[in-house]
């Protein structure tokens, strides 16, 4: 079993849609979630980070932990074909680098 | 702009030879970092290193090499030896340890195909 689960997609929307992506674990040490995001052919660009349990919220984009689950989420409101990409959800259990990503999930939005 | 720089963006080779993938970067972060890339499995970590003249070895360190002569660069010699080398290589940078917490930036990677 993998540290960190994520459903590859492909996930399909319309435009304005409200797109909810997920991840889940098995490692309770983690502390540190994000969620970047992938363009084809580009290196991920960080979109999010919490740490511990609670939300987060950045215009459009709200970032979710549940510890207690091992359960985190990315939702973005009113979605744009701009948001077209791969996301991928990564953690770590202390402040080291060494993140543990999920396998990506690819997004579509369509116009 | 400050950023990481990775060169070349497409990179062609034999099998059985080494080939070197650079890795520069300009925001005095201490810390640096590959990881590889493949279609379903997510990124996974080759080597890192978190200070100058040091480095250590991630999840996925076979056949591949590094070296950390100066702060802002951080070479991945891909060998002869690594059995499946075609991938996209992503290098990434943090200040690490610093409060507040000091997520990793990424590069815009290196595909690399060995035939």
């Known amino acids: 079993q993998k540290e960190v689960e994520q459903d590859p997609g492909p996930l399909s929307v319309p435009e304005g849609a409200i797109v909810s992506l997920n991840c889940t674990y098995s490692?309770?040490?983690?502390?540190?979630f994000m969620w970047y995001r992938q363009y084809s052919r580009k290196g991920p660009e960080l979109l999010m980070y919490t740490y511990s349990s609670g939300n987060k919220e950045d215009g459009r984009f709200t970032a979710q932990v549940d510890k207690s689950s091992k359960y985190i989420s990315l939702f973005i409101r009113d979605s744009q074909p701009s948001d077209s990409a791969t996301y991928l959800c990564a953690m770590e259990s202390g402040n080291t680098g060494k993140l543990i990503f999920g396998q990506g999930t690819t997004l579509q939005v369509k116009p | 702009d400050g950023g990481i720089t990775q060169s070349p963006k497409y990179l062609f080779r034999k099998e059985g030879q080494n080939v070197t993938l650079s890795c520069e970067q300009n925001l005095n972060h201490d810390a640096m970092y590959w990881y590889r890339q493949d279609p379903g499995q997510g990124l996974r970590l080759i080597y890192y290193s978190q200070i100058v003249n040091d480095f250590q070895k991630g999840d996925i360190a076979e056949g591949y090499s590094v070296s950390r002569e100066k702060k802002e660069s951080f070479p991945l010699t891909v060998t002869s030896a690594q059995k499946n080398p075609t991938a996209f290589y992503l290098c990434?940078?943090?200040?690490?340890?610093?409060?507040?917490?000091?997520?990793?930036?990424f590069g815009n990677g290196t595909r690399l195909t060995v035939t």
């Open positions: 490692n309770s040490a983690f502390q540190y």
């Open positions: 990434a940078s943090s200040s690490l340890g610093q409060a507040p917490y000091s997520p990793l930036h």
